[in-house]
């Protein structure tokens, strides 16, 4: 079951694993850049009152992401 | 008396490669060894830029900052040094101006030393731009600032462990506070005299990978060595890097433009 869900999707407070990254070129170096490389565990901290951005823990730092940039990364959700 | 100068944001048009300082308004004069300071965003290089040189460079929690980078001087042991703070930059695969201002400076600047900041709290994160930045220069110091911060969050720093891990030397600070300062200047004045040569663990690729470096490297050899690394040049051009074909292309001798032709051909 790998990238069952796009990160864009999870809900606040939720904790997932990354499994894969969509894009490819420097939008993709960007999120690597970022921490989300597969077997990074994110957690979604909250989401803007319009819904966008959203702010994710990534390996000790929140981060704001846009949607264009979450709906690119595949996720599984830790139960 | 201290100045400070701001150089311009250094962007491809502006570069091209001739592979030298005078190219980064350095003046060779003096023979200052030219320390750089760089780091991930908000890991207080500003701050210790500032406790190492006396300046009061503006330093402030937002994004883009340093866009400009700011060179300042100080002494250690009776030698002068030349200090240049580098913009913040996840990484060195120059996505934004500032960290394509890092890179420029590490790659063809050459500095005698590179002091990569990361932040005691989050280190991991931080730890991808250390590994990109060694695989440039193995004149590299690890500082671990923030050391006060990590404390008080109850997280301890093992920096003999992550010293042997990296090939490394590493010193932790609290740069606010002045703590580790010395020590720090003490290791990196060694790396820059020759006396501590530190032995980074470089991280090897699967083998067709290596294979299609070692190829790409022979060329890169003929043209630049010894004024460039080709290893890490190469790795650029097979990640299909776009800057980096233009930087190349960019040198000045015509002599070379057609070699990076051959060599990418």
Redesign the interface.
Known sequence: MSGSTTLNTVLAGEHVLVTRINTGG?GS??LL???LVPGTRVEVVRRSPLGDPVAYN????VIALRQEESSQVLVNKIL | MLGVIYLMGLTSQSTGISVNREQFNFPTAGNQPVIALAGNPNTGKSTLFNALTGLRQHTGNWPGKTVLQARGSFSHDGCRYSLVDLPGA??L?A?SVEEQVARDFICFARPDAVIVVVDA??L??NL?LVLQVMEITERVVVCVNLIDEARRKNINIDAHKLSTALGLPVVATAARSGEGLNRLLDVVARVVHGKLKPEPKRVQYPAEIETAVSLLEAKLKGVWDGELNTRWVALRLLEGDINMVEFLAGDRDKGKIVAVREVLA
Do not use: N, P, Q
């Open positions: 420097s170096k960007r850049d970022l921490g990534i390996r000790g730092a | 996840y990484s695969l996505v709290t989050c991991e994160r991808s």
